[in-house]
């Protein structure tokens, strides 16, 4: 069993940041990869960063360059360090990882991104 715990949503005006973390109740050296997903309303969850335990990254090509995911092992937390933020970016954030054969998500985090 996996808890995730998202933080650090809020309401933001365009072109300013927000940081989320996501704690796991386990040692993210247990997940071969975390991510973060996010979806907005009326629109299917997409893919918005992943780091995987050798700290390889990848980004949806809309975040490129304005992201940045992270991890502290000792804490077992991932971040995502978001700015520029478009109102575009506005979507409940979510973690994500998977653990033995089993995906895990935690209870997400509001964006909104005002214009």
Do not use: H
């Amino acid at each position: 069993q996996v808890q995730l715990v998202e933080s650090g949503g809020g309401l933001v005006q365009a072109g300013g940041s927000l940081r989320l973390s996501c704690a796991a109740s386990r040692t993210i050296f247990d997940f071969n990869a975390m991510g973060w997903y996010r979806q907005a309303p009326g629109k299917q969850r997409e893919l918005v960063a992943t780091i995987t335990t050798r700290d390889t990254t990848t980004y949806a090509e809309s975040v490129k360059g304005r992201f940045t995911i992270s991890r502290d092992n000792a804490k077992s937390t991932v971040y995502l360090q978001m700015t520029s933020l478009k109102p575009e970016d506005t979507a409940r954030y979510y973690c994500q990882v998977r653990y033995l054969g089993f995906d895990y998500w935690g209870q997400g985090t509001q964006v909104s991104v005002s214009s």
